[in-house]
């Protein structure tokens, strides 16, 4: 009998033991409910504080701004009534940051051209999100976008300002590094971290040496691969500057090191967004795809339903695009701090072939998507060339997956890709090499979080790393187009906690705020 009591005893531990969640030894949370960081090298590169991507560093809460106008819909095409209606509302003063909300009531919006959103405070609203709610259709007959968003022209530098980094090595994830004369700053300050891309470092990564297994190949050049991190100072002490959010992308001495400057973008928008609408493009249904049933390749019709450009603080939320053959969201380079949520992009029609179907495509920098599904794609959630980063994937799911998702090319840094499901086929991080015009390292300390999919990629580029942790799925090590060492993969098949990296880093940061 007490033989029997104590095998039912160790038989409750054991499953208690196997019952607590497994976790990750470069972000565990300790004992008071808070994430303990361990470096990943002896540089002391980390996995960054996503919590500043979002709209307004993460922290505020998506305004609901009133309506100002309001149209119904008309027969024909109602492109110049809706642009009327956006223009007269940017002709309205700005009040702590708001002019309004047009409303467009439910119904069907014929649309021949494109949409232009250009000033701060203005939001393009439906009503709700559904089959029989506010739709707009792209009927023109070429590729195009149906809602950009942006001001225009770029950072300029302000003069005399530009100083060195003095750290001989800023890890990944810092906030915190030195400068030769802080004397130009002051806390509140917009500055560019600027990372060379010098000589010696491309060789050091071989992308001077990329494969030419066609005449479109392209070696990187010196100067063509910088990066320049967008930040606000929050402290100066001395000659160390803090910044309001974490480098994604070391900077080392050797390859040149940084320089900071400040920068003033007079023509940039802020606080504009889109809500509760559905986009639709009108296709040539006579153009079916032969291959797939179901698909059509008409390639002259809607390609993006929404783009954000020379956005800061923007937002797109319960949309859904349906048949466009490019993206749902399309988030520039220009773009920073723009959240997108509560979104899908639907049955795009396109040849399924290379620069098509990039459901929600990432250029910028602290941006994050989150609650977002995909069908029909192909890389769905996606990061195009030399992004600075960092931004989050967050709890999204790509079904009918044509292709991969993940950093697509060219040095994009610090994604964090945080429970990502890709249905019947892989998410990757890897030398892409020869692939487009030179692809080459696509990706750099990205972080895959706790993710599901086919199989995985996971490469472990020179000066950097990229990390998989808890993931569902094979990590591929042979093939591809170059072998490479495996990255940090680490508890696979067993997800960690906490279950979200993001969303564990927001409550942490509210917590911090709270305290002070």
Not at 363 to 384: A, E, I, K, P, Y
Request: charged share 25%; net charge positive.
């Amino acid at each position: 009998m007490i033989c029997r009591i104590a095998s039912l005893i160790l038989f409750a531990v054991s499953l208690g033991r196997a019952a607590e969640p497994a976790s990750s030894k470069l972000a565990k949370v300790g004992e008071n409910g808070r994430l303990v960081y361990t470096p990943w090298n002896q540089q002391g590169d980390r996995i960054p504080d996503f919590s500043t991507c979002g709209y307004k560093g993460g922290l505020v809460a998506i305004p609901d701004m009133p309506v100002r106008r309001t149209l119904k819909p008309a027969d024909g095409d109602n492109r110049e009534r809706i642009q009327l209606a956006l223009d007269e509302l940017a002709a309205l003063p700005l009040k702590d940051g708001v002019r309004g909300a047009l409303l467009l009531k439910r119904g069907r919006y014929p649309v021949e051209g494109q949409l232009y959103m250009r000033a701060s405070g203005v939001v393009l609203r439906g009503e709700d999100d559904g089959e029989e709610d506010t739709v707009l259709i792209a009927t023109q007959r070429k590729q195009h976008t149906l809602i950009k968003i942006g001001g225009t022209g770029r950072p300029k530098e302000v003069a005399g300002t530009r100083t060195k980094v003095t750290d001989t090595y800023v890890p990944v994830g810092a906030v915190k590094l030195r400068v030769e004369n802080p004397a130009p700053f002051s806390v509140g300050d917009l500055v560019i971290v600027h990372r060379p891309s010098t000589k010696e470092w491309i060789t050091e990564i071989a992308m001077d040496r990329i494969k030419e297994r066609h005449k479109k190949v392209r070696q990187w050049k010196p100067g063509s691969y910088d990066l320049r991190f967008q930040r606000i100072i929050v402290a100066i002490r001395g000659k160390e500057l803090e910044l309001d959010a974490p480098l994604a992308c070391s900077l080392d001495g050797t390859f040149g090191g940084g320089t900071v400057y400040r920068y003033t973008w007079d023509e940039r928008i802020e606080n504009v967004g889109v809500e509760n609408l559905r986009g639709e493009s009108e296709f040539d249904h006579a153009k079916a795809d032969g291959k797939r049933k179901g698909e059509y390749v008409d390639e002259n019709h809607g390609w993006n339903f929404l783009s954000f450009g020379v956005v800061r603080d923007g937002w797109a939320r319960q949309v859904t695009s349906r048949y466009f053959g490019y993206s749902c969201v399309a988030i520039s380079s220009p773009a920073s701090r723009i959240t997108v949520q509560n979104s899908a992009c639907l049955d795009p029609v396109s040849k399924v072939s290379g620069g098509r179907r990039y459901s929600f495509a990432i250029s910028g920098q602290l941006n994050l998507v989150r609650d977002c599904r995909t069908r029909g794609g192909r890389h769905d959630f996606v990061m195009h060339a030399r992004v600075p980063g960092p931004n989050v994937f967050l709890d999204c799911v790509a079904e009918k997956a044509y292709s991969d998702s993940g950093p697509h090319h060219r040095w994009a840094t610090g994604t964090l890709y945080d429970n990502v499901v890709v249905k019947g086929n892989s998410l990757n991080v890897q030398d892409r090499q020869w692939s487009g015009t030179g692809h080459g390292w696509a990706g750099a300390n990205m972080v895959f979080w706790n993710c599901t999919a086919r199989s995985f990629r996971c490469q472990k580029p020179p000066t950097a790393q990229n990390l998989g942790v808890g993931c569902e799925g094979p990590l591929i090590t042979k093939g591809g187009a170059k072998q490479h060492p495996a990255g940090w993969w680490e508890s696979p098949g067993k997800p960690v906690a906490p279950r979200s990296l993001y969303l564990q880093q927001v409550a942490e940061r509210q917590a911090r705020m709270k305290e002070r």
